[in-house]
């Protein structure tokens, strides 16, 4: 059991395409993350979200507490923006977080 | 600059043989984590800690240890128990209190046990 679900789990785009990951989850959270993956590993934190929407250049997150749901918004792709997203929850209680299985998005010249 | 400092990036162990991965920080962080990372899977909890000289088993803590006797240091020795060792192991860290604070994360190591 998971109470993180990521969708779409592979995602293929064209340069310049806007681009939407989606991450739900089944408890009630106090923080949701959206981390990046690049290949090697190495994990860098994107966004800290517990409502509303927050914007950081070309990316885009959004939270919806009462639908417990959450999106990633990438405009105007680029092939840097290759990597694997994931998304991260913190349950209300507790100091841990909960792991999607990450979106791989590969974005094509 | 502050960070998360994982070494070594990659390791190489024969079966059976216990072996220590290292994490340090100097973001006076409370909280450190250790995941495992398996492909297809989201990262699994293997230990964490939230003060000095305590911590606490996650999901998947057979076949591993820790200790913290250092805020900074929090070292994940996969042992010979350890049935699947091999793997991607993150370790991360956090203030410990407050619903705003995120994690930080180390490059990571990549064990591999042949």
């Known amino acids: 059991k998971n109470e993180v679900e990521q969708s779409p789990q592979n995602l293929t785009a064209q340069e310049g395409e806007f681009i939407t990951i989606n991450c739900s989850y089944s408890?009630?959270?106090?923080?949701l993350h959206w981390l990046q993956q690049h290949p090697g590993g190495g994990i860098v934190s994107l966004f800290m979200l517990s409502s509303g929407k927050k914007k950081h250049g070309r990316l885009i997150a959004t939270i919806n507490i009462q639908e417990k749901h959450s999106s990633l918004h990438i405009t105007a792709s680029h092939p840097r923006d290759s990597a694997v997203y994931i998304c991260a929850v913190r349950p209300n209680t507790g100091n841990q977080f909960y792991f999607g299985t990450g979106t791989s998005l590969t974005v094509i010249p | 600059d502050g960070g998360i400092t994982q070494s070594p990036k990659y390791l190489f162990r024969k079966e059976g043989q216990n072996v220590t991965l290292s994490c340090e920080q100097n973001?006076?962080?409370?909280?450190m984590y250790w995941y495992r990372q398996d492909p297809g899977q989201g990262l699994r909890l293997i230990y964490y800690s939230q003060i000095v000289n305590d911590f606490q088993k996650g999901d998947i803590a057979e076949g591993y240890s820790v200790s913290r006797e250092k805020k900074e240091s929090f070292p994940l020795t996969v042992t010979s128990a350890q049935k699947n060792p091999t793997a991607f192991y993150l370790c991360?860290?956090?203030?410990?209190?407050?619903?705003?604070?995120?994690?930080?994360f180390g490059s990571g190591t990549r064990l591999t046990v042949v």
């Open positions: 408890v009630g959270i106090s923080a």
């Open positions: 991360a860290s956090s203030p410990l209190q407050g619903a705003g604070y995120g994690y930080t």
């Open positions: 973001l006076n962080h409370d909280a």
